[in-house]
């Protein structure tokens, strides 16, 4: 009897325990937006933060909001999240910051646009803190000075981000799992020290010349020279490698995938040499190229990519080649911004552009797009499409085959398009916007649902480049060859302002891509696959294994 009365007691002393924790939690758990105010006051007074003395500012219990978090708007104070967490559901910002000589520790954030976001702040603290799943862990914003130190940042498409004008800023002692660091090509002076990236080094080096990064999960380059980054594996970060004001490096020989962003990414970067990589995978671009001269980017795999295999914004006299890009949005894109052509003389020459939802999109000028396999993706996507641009883009002997529209032009004069194949598309070529003076001839147009498109009359282009040169294979041209000199004796006639005079009889023989290339190219991928697989498993047996806060 004795020992069912006990037991009894005990079970009643755990269930009042049990609705007593539940109430509390209940009572301390608070939704929608808190504001410490700039004289010291918390917005509501309801909300689960008590602070004694106007400065530190400590939570009581978790919150919850769909728009911000916190909002700090006095300056000199500390906000202590006491292990607590503040949840958001996908929008707003964790903490926002509108002052200065802010604290803010011990804090769990989770699934904001930005877990903390900072503008235009200096002297900040943030540390000890856990940043997880969100759009940006941190993202400060034309602020300098500032501190993040000590933190775990983990799963956010970006862990730390140096936004626009963000200079002087100390990051230090982060633990970053599956994000990282990306740096604006404006921002300098950071500090960047004692980081680790999925366990491994975070890269960072400033006004740095000829030195070679020896192992590490992320590697960002600011204003180097002569750097060379060969061999690692720079996978599910941020973005594995990123060249900032850069020079001179060598990449090769990297395996750079499964990156929230892009790829590898150059801003205001030249002379640089990206061959022999792996990069597949990754959430936006396999590489990102902008306002970015004299590149030479050869010899790699760029497959499986969110957006583009190559993009190259605002850049020129950049070299593509011999590179096998596949299963991609689009192959290779090449963009200006603002009312003047910005991207020009770049070369293309000798890929392997196959499966991506569009081959090669162009807005720019005198572009050299010579010799590239452009095909297998059958009735989808553009071949090459020519938006918005003009002035001598060359676009020569390119195999393109099996695209909803093997090549578009919107906008886009005097360009010159030699030499490719054009084969089982819904439309060969597709005209917009007041396409014109283009020069089209030694095409091969061949089972195209409609060979030439115009969404526009009274547009001419020329189709041929006079009697003895010929101009293009039509496969549907019915006309004879009496004299057998190998040009129809009747013109092609496409619409009333545009006419074929002297299509060929035959298809116009186009070197094909050089696939002696391929093999190299995927026996160069099958070993560095093989050493990096082996080097990883070294590492997980050498190395122990790492505890989350």
């Known amino acids: 009897m004795k020992r069912k009365c006990a037991f009894l007691t005990v079970f009643f ?33 309801t909300a689960p933060i008590s602070t004694v003395d106007n400065v530190t500012y400590v939570l009581t219990g978790n919150i919850t909001s769909d728009a911000d978090g916190i909002v700090v708007e006095r300056n000199n104070t500390v906000i202590d999240g006491a292990g607590y967490t503040v949840q958001g559901a996908g929008s707003g910002n964790g903490i926002e910051i509108a002052s200065s000589n802010v604290t803010v520790k011990n804090l769990n954030i989770e699934e904001y646009v930005a877990g903390i976001y900072l503008l235009y702040g200096s002297n900040n603290r943030f540390s000890g803190n856990r940043i997880t799943n969100n759009g940006q862990g941190i993202d400060l914003s034309y602020s300098s000075n500032n501190t993040v130190s000590g933190n775990n940042i983990t799963n956010n498409g970006c862990g730390v981000y140096l936004d626009v004008s963000s200079s002087h800023n100390i990051i230090s002692e982060n633990v970053f799992v599956n994000d990282g660091l990306l740096v604006y090509n404006d921002c300098y002076g950071n500090v960047v020290v004692d980081n ?53 490096t060598t990449v090769a020989g990297n395996n750079v995938t499964a990156n ?93 552009i196959a499966n991506n939802g569009l081959g090669i999109l162009c807005h720019g000028s005198n572009n050299s797009i010579c010799g590239n396999n452009i095909r297998n993706k059958t009735n989808f996507g553009n071949g090459i499409y020519l938006v918005k641009s003009s002035n001598f ?136 696959a093989v050493a990096i697989c082996k080097r990883k498993r070294n590492q997980e047996i050498d190395k122990p294994r790492m505890i989350l806060p």
Request: glycine residues 8%; hydrophobic residues 35%; proline residues 3%.
């Open 13 to 45: 002393i755990i269930l009042m325990t049990s609705l007593f924790s539940a109430l509390e939690v209940q009572r301390v758990e608070a939704s929608g937006t808190i504001y410490v105010r700039a004289d010291g006051s918390v917005d509501p007074q």
């Open 260 to 352: 929230d962003g892009s790829g590898i990414s150059l801003a205001s970067s030249s002379h640089n040499n990206i061959s022999s990589n792996i990069i597949a995978n990754n959430g936006e671009d396999g590489i990102e190229h902008s306002d970015s001269f004299n590149n030479s980017i050869t010899g790699n795999n760029i497959t499986a990519n969110g957006d583009q295999g190559i993009y190259l914004v605002q850049s020129f006299n950049n070299s593509i080649s011999r590179n096998n890009i596949m299963d991609n949005d689009e192959g290779i894109h090449l963009e200006s911004y603002g009312l003047e052509d910005t991207c020009v003389n770049n070369s293309i020459s000798g890929n392997n």
């Open 393 to 528: 883009n060359s676009i020569i002997q390119n195999n393109i085959t099996d695209w909803f529209v093997s090549v578009a032009l919107q906008s886009s004069c005097n360009n010159s398009i030699i030499g490719n194949n054009i084969a089982n598309s819904y439309d060969g070529f597709r005209f917009s916007l007041g396409s014109s003076n283009n020069s089209i001839y030694h095409n091969n147009l061949v089972n195209n649902t409609e060979q030439v498109y115009s969404s526009q009359s009274g547009y001419a282009n020329l189709w041929d480049d006079g009697y003895s040169s010929g101009g293009n294979y039509w496969s549907d041209y019915n006309g004879a060859d009496a004299n057998h000199d190998g040009i129809g004796d009747t013109p092609y006639i496409i619409d009333a302002n545009n006419t074929d005079r002297y299509p060929l009889m035959t298809p116009y023989i186009i070197p094909e891509f050089p696939v002696f290339l391929i093999l190299p190219l995927f026996f160069i991928a099958t070993l560095l």
């Open 196 to 248: 680790s990236v999925n366990g491994k080094p975070l890269v960072y080096l400033e006004g740095i010349s000829h030195q070679s990064v020896d192992e590490a999960g992320q590697v960002i380059l600011v204003d180097c020279g002569y750097i060379k980054v060969e061999n690692l594996d720079l996978s599910n970060t941020t973005v594995g490698l990123q060249l900032v004001r850069t020079e001179n």
